[in-house]
Structures are given as C-alpha cells and as structure tokens.
C-alpha cells in the first residue's frame, strides 16, 4: 500500500510537472522576416529612433524586424489590424507584446486574454509562428507602486494554447528605475534589454541538438 501511495504521488507530481511545462519556440532561419506586433513599447516610445527593442533584435539576429508597434494600441483594436499585417509581409514569426493600454482602461483580463489569443490564431492561421511577450498588469496605483509583476492571462494563455512566452523581462525592466523612460516605457538601455533577453529566448537550442 505504501508503494502505491509513493507511486501515486509521484505520478500526481510528475503530471503537475508537464502540465506547466513552457512551450518553446521553433528556431527560425538566418534572413528570415519577423515583425514585432504591439504598442508604444514595441514603438519605442522613451528611446530616439533606432533604440527601439524591435531595432536592437535586428543588430542582434540579422533577421529582418518589422516594427509594427502603434503607440496607445490595444489588444482588442489589434486584433482588427492584425490581418493586414501579416498580407504584407508574410513573416516567419510575430512577437507579440499588446495588453498594456487594456489594463490602463480597466478592461476585464478575460476579454484582454480573448482578443490576444484571436491574434495569436491569426497569426497561426497565416503559418507564421506566435510568440508572446509577457506585459505588467500596469494600473494607476501599480505605477506608483515598486515592483512589477506579469500579468497571469499570458501564462495561462501560453500554457493553454502551447504559445511561447518570454516571461518578466518587460515586467523586470518597469521595476528599475534606471532601465526606464518613465513609468510605463524603457529608455534606450531597457529596450537593448528588453531585445537581448527576447533574442536569447528565440535562438534557444532545442534539447539534443548541437
């Protein structure tokens, strides 16, 4: 009986295990297109022009970056702009960093939660591949308050649509002072940051390959 109760256990925490496991991205090739799809922090407002975090995965990739950030954006107007986005350039990957404008305005997380993934399905409908950037919870009082933290819908969201996430780094940034512009945007190192660490997650060698 012990045996069955230790192996039950086990199980139950094995099962934990993948049902959290992280989806990660596919490797894509040298060259290829990839447009980077949000608001004023994909824009990068904060920054002069070129220290945008879309620029910086340029310089960093070689990939050809489309910035397709529009500032006050919002995920449930994104989604409408989406499709055109993508009948231009056709990429081989979008990154997604919209919900920040949608938190501001008190939006209910279910319906932010909704519009992202209808995006996200747009995008795999096109055959390109969807990555999400985690973005703060940002409200009026979050702002005045130190730390920030992501918000859970794009942790639920990667986990129950298996979309790859690159988690904190946006959040990590907002709680220090000196990577900021202001208390919703990066400043020119943020953003370099910001670019560095989403790099790292994209170019990520899958387990067993050199």
């Known amino acids: 009986m012990r045996l069955r109760a230790l192996f039950a256990v086990l199980l139950c925490a094995w099962l934990l295990n993948a049902c959290d496991r992280m989806p990660t991205?596919?490797?894509?090739?040298?060259?290829?297109?990839?447009?980077?799809?949000?608001?004023?922090?994909?824009?990068g407002t904060g920054a002069a022009s070129g220290e945008d975090w879309p620029g910086r995965l340029a310089e960093l990739s070689g990939w050809t970056v489309v910035n397709a950030g529009v500032p006050g954006d919002t995920a449930e107007h994104a989604r409408d702009r989406i499709e055109a986005v993508l009948t231009q350039y056709q990429p081989a990957l979008v990154v997604i960093e919209i919900g920040g404008n949608d938190f501001l305005r008190r939006r209910p997380q279910a319906a932010v939660k909704d519009d992202i993934r209808r995006i996200v399905q747009s995008v795999r409908q096109s055959g390109a591949q969807a990555v999400l950037v985690a973005v703060p919870q940002v409200s009026l009082l979050g702002i005045l308050s130190g730390a920030k933290n992501d918000a859970p819908i794009y942790r639920e969201l990667a986990l129950e649509d298996g979309v790859p996430l690159v988690e904190k780094v946006f959040s990590e940034i907002l709680s220090r002072p000196e990577l900021c512009a202001d208390n919703i945007h990066p400043n020119a190192e943020g953003y370099q940051q910001m670019a560095a660490t989403i790099y790292a997650f994209l170019y990520q060698t899958p387990k067993g390959t050199d």
């Open 25 to 43: 991205p596919t490797p894509i090739p040298p060259r290829a297109t990839v447009v980077a799809f949000g608001d004023s922090v994909t824009f």
